[in-house]
């Protein structure tokens, strides 16, 4: 997916806390748009179902984000002395990892490597068993390591991550907190689910509808007995639904084969509605169409999943996601912009 990854799952499990950062109707395709106060102490704190009292304690950390469009990156610092280097911030993956030097000199995505020669605390607990791959066919190998991690002011000791050594915009993360002034309403709580194991290892809810409101009219391109387990992944750059969906979709936006919009999309009003139990996400279309300078052509928002239904970046720019591990829920509202 990414040449290096923070992973949220891990580290927030290290952490013991909160992460807090989300009948069909014709279509009627729109084919050519242009026409128509307190520094925190600690990390460590006691879980509770009671969620929204979170807001009013003071023992969070908040760190920046920034928005590549195509990923989160989050300033980090590993070992000791402290390493300077950015992560891609990926809420699907399953381990934290950084480059090598010698890897980081073979991949353009590299921002930042980690010299473990440099280390005093760092600790090497398996040569050449760390390895992951993702969906876009990329795959780094390297070694299991334990280290210092540090990120917005504070230090975890010794986490146990991966250090690769061969390579096959702003926004904030909260930890331990919520702030309330980032999104409209109330967070609508709902559960993790399990996977196909009945094991809850990843940011699974479940999704009902998805729609189009442009000009007033609305277009549903799921039935009315649809549910399906939507993944929160913040190490995808799209939203990935499945094939029969899409392509209603690629046919509705004007697509082509190559996943490209005509780049007045961007600046066309109306929204996608993403229906969750008791919370709708309204997704505007300028998340849809993704500009690329050098091409000078605009990328769909959406992507061919398959069967897969992955809520990648340009979902989760209009969603205020809460993420509680303790009770295995999720939390979700509509994003405010200060």
Not at 15 to 20: A, D, E, I, T, Y
Not at 50 to 69: A, D, H, M, P, T
Not at 186 to 203: D, E, K, Q
């Amino acid at each position: 997916m990414y040449s290096f990854n923070f992973c949220i799952s891990i580290f927030l499990t290290t952490l013991s806390l909160r992460l807090f950062s989300l009948a069909p109707v014709q279509a009627i395709p729109i084919n050519n748009i242009a026409e128509r106060d307190r520094e925190a102490r600690t990390l460590r704190m006691p879980i509770r179902r009671q969620f929204f009292s979170i807001s009013k304690r003071s023992n969070v950390l908040s760190s920046i984000l920034k928005n590549q469009e195509w990923q989160y990156l989050i300033d980090v610092k590993v070992g000791t002395p402290p390493q300077s280097l950015s992560l891609a911030l990926d809420t699907g993956s399953s381990d934290t990892w950084v480059f090598s030097p010698e890897a980081c000199v073979n991949d353009a995505k590299c921002a930042g490597s980690f010299d473990p020669a440099e280390s005093s605390t760092l600790v090497e607990l398996s040569a050449g068993s760390f390895a992951i791959s993702y969906n876009d066919k990329s795959h780094v190998e390297g070694d299991f390591i334990t280290d210092d991690l540090g990120v917005g002011g504070t230090t975890i000791s010794s986490l146990t991550m991966g250090l690769v050594r061969t390579d096959a915009l702003t926004g904030t993360i909260l930890f331990g907190g919520y702030d309330t002034r980032m999104f409209q309403g109330h967070l609508t709580v709902m559960p993790t689910l399990p996977n196909t194991n009945g094991v809850i290892s990843t940011f699974l809810v479940s999704l009902f509808s998805l729609s189009a409101i442009y000009n007033g009219k609305t277009t549903t391109f799921t039935a009315s007995t649809f549910s399906g387990a939507a993944l929160l992944d913040s190490g995808t750059a799209l939203t990935w639904v499945p094939s029969a969906i899409y392509a209603e979709l690629a046919n509705y936006f004007g697509a082509d084969s190559d996943g490209l919009v005509d780049c007045s999309l961007g600046q066309t009003k109306g929204h996608v509605s993403f229906e969750f139990a008791g919370v709708v996400i309204q997704v505007p279309f300028s998340e849809l169409s993704l500009y690329d300078s050098t091409t000078h052509t605009c990328s769909f928002g959406f992507y061919d999943g398959g069967t897969l239904l992955i809520l990648g970046d340009t979902f989760l720019r209009s969603a205020y996601v809460y993420y509680d591990l303790g009770n295995n829920q999720i939390g979700l509202a509509q994003t405010v912009y200060e």
